[in-house]
T-cell receptor, first 118, second 117 residues
Framework: GAGVSQSPSNKVTEKGKDVELRCDPI?????LYWYRQSLGQGLEFLIY????????KSGLPSDRFSAERTGGSVSTLTIQRTQQEDSAVYLC????????????????FGEGSRLTVL | AQKITQTQPGMFVQEKEAVTLDCTYD???????LFWYKQPSSGEMIFLIY??????QNATEGRYSLNFQKARKSANLVISASQLGDSAMYFC??????????????FGQGTELSVKP
């Protein structure tokens, strides 16, 4: 597709269940990011993948959160044993990665996955 | 420590007037980039403008300009001739480190701008 694609767009789950959120970045983009946005709040950095480098996991809030990126493309964010405080919109973004010339390395965002934990 | 600070939770501006949204940042890196994004009520994130730390001139994109004051570590967004469609949340973000390989972006808490007719 032309843009960053995220699925599901909405997910309602029960406390304690595991959820998986998928992100399909723009073709050719080497960098992929996950952010969390609670209602009316800013974007909280979760994890960043750049090419084949080890991901920057410094934003993951607990060991219940994990993410992987297969084949340098699609990424899955997994939340285990969900809690009510995990309810938020999870935004994925991708970028060309390299910053050179006119390329600012701007992020292109998907429409997000809204997670509601009951 | 807060890396990006947006001190104005909400702002009002009259249609056709100019408005400045404040952003200050904290970094010890010499190479970094500053971004502004707009998030309307629909939720999409729209890239507005970019300023590199080595850029000597303030960035401009149409009605948007970035007032970059490096010594003060501020990167304020100026919107000229406000329109009703400018009503949205505005986020300032910084990419530090990473060199030309990019790097993670850290966002501020945002400023909600309301344009009055």
């Amino acid at each position: 597709g032309a843009g960053v694609s995220q699925s599901p767009s909405n997910k309602v789950t029960e406390k304690g269940k595991d959820v998986e959120l998928r992100c399909d970045p723009i073709s050719g983009h080497t960098a992929l990011y996950w952010y969390r946005q609670s209602l009316g709040q800013g974007l909280e950095f979760l994890i960043y993948f750049q090419g084949n480098s080890a991901p920057d996991k410094s934003g993951l809030p607990s060991d219940r959160f994990s993410a992987e990126r297969t084949g340098g493309s699609v990424s899955t964010l997994t939340i285990q044993r969900t809690q009510q405080e995990d309810s938020a919109v999870y935004l994925c973004a991708s970028s060309l990665g390299r910053v050179a010339g006119l390329n600012t390395g701007e992020l292109f965002f998907g429409e997000g996955s809204r997670l509601t934990v009951l | 420590a807060q890396k990006i600070t947006q001190t104005q939770p909400g702002m009002f501006v009259q249609e056709k007037e100019a408005v400045t949204l404040d952003c200050t940042y904290d970094t010890s890196d010499q190479s970094y980039g500053l971004f502004w994004y707009k998030q309307p009520s629909s939720g999409e994130m729209i890239f507005l403008i970019y300023q590199g730390s080595y850029d000597e001139q303030n960035a401009t994109e149409g009605r948007y300009s970035l007032n970059f004051q490096k010594a003060r570590k501020s990167a304020n967004l100026v919107i000229s001739a406000s329109q009703l469609g400018d009503s949205a949340m505005y986020f300032c973000a910084m990419r530090e480190g990473g060199g030309n390989q990019g790097g993670k972006l850290i966002f501020g808490q945002g400023t909600e701008l309301s344009v009055k007719p």
